[in-house]
């Protein structure tokens, strides 16, 4: 194992190593219209209650959107919509490409935008937000959870990967 002076740029490298599966969070921003934003940063924070945490980064137009909203969607991506992690990981999200990549929200009885082929859909309440460094952790309690088949879009060292069968 090598050891180098500790930077923000070993300290994304180190972490990089560590895989993680990739997730849209969603949420209205003005009736009717949503924002959403590729993240790698979903934890699962506690059973009793059920809650779960995500980092934004203070530069992030989701951020204002999640203040001001205080309810967002989890859509965990299966293997084949790397595209669709592509496209949130832009800070701006054109309509067209939207609509060309064939994105769809489904829309929860809360009220609550998610991704409508997802392989796992959470809706969230807010219940707690910290700023942490260059992010804001916002903790939320999960309210509703949708299981569906599939395979899920894995990142690992900086690239996009697939289980492998065994």
């Given at each position: ?9 070993v ?9 993680t ?21 979903l ?27 205080q309810?967002?969607?989890v ?9 669709i ?10 309509p ?8 769809r929200?489904?829309w ?5 935008p998610?991704?409508?082929e ?5 809706t969230?309440?807010?219940v ?7 992010h804001?952790?916002?903790?939320a ?10 395979e ?5 060292g ?5 289980i492998?069968?065994?």
């Amino acid at each position: 194992m090598g050891s180098s002076l500790l930077s923000s740029a070993v300290f994304r490298r180190a972490l990089g190593r560590f895989a993680t599966g990739v997730t849209v969070v969603s949420a209205e921003r003005a009736p009717g219209q949503v924002h959403g934003m590729t993240a790698n940063s979903l934890t699962a924070v506690s059973l009793d209650p059920l809650m779960v945490l995500v980092c934004v980064d203070e530069e992030a137009r989701m951020l204002a959107v999640l203040q001001k909203a205080q309810r967002f969607g989890v859509s965990v991506l299966k293997e084949h919509q790397r595209a669709i992690s592509e496209f949130f990981a832009l800070p701006e999200q054109d309509p067209e490409v939207e609509r060309s990549l064939g994105i769809r929200f489904a829309w929860t009885p809360s009220g609550i935008p998610v991704l409508a082929e997802a392989l796992v859909q959470l809706t969230c309440q807010v219940v707690a937000s910290h700023v942490a460094g260059d992010h804001t952790i916002f903790l939320a309690e999960v309210e509703t959870a949708e299981v569906f088949e599939g395979e899920p879009l894995l990142f690992f060292g900086g690239a996009y990967r697939k289980i492998a069968p065994r």
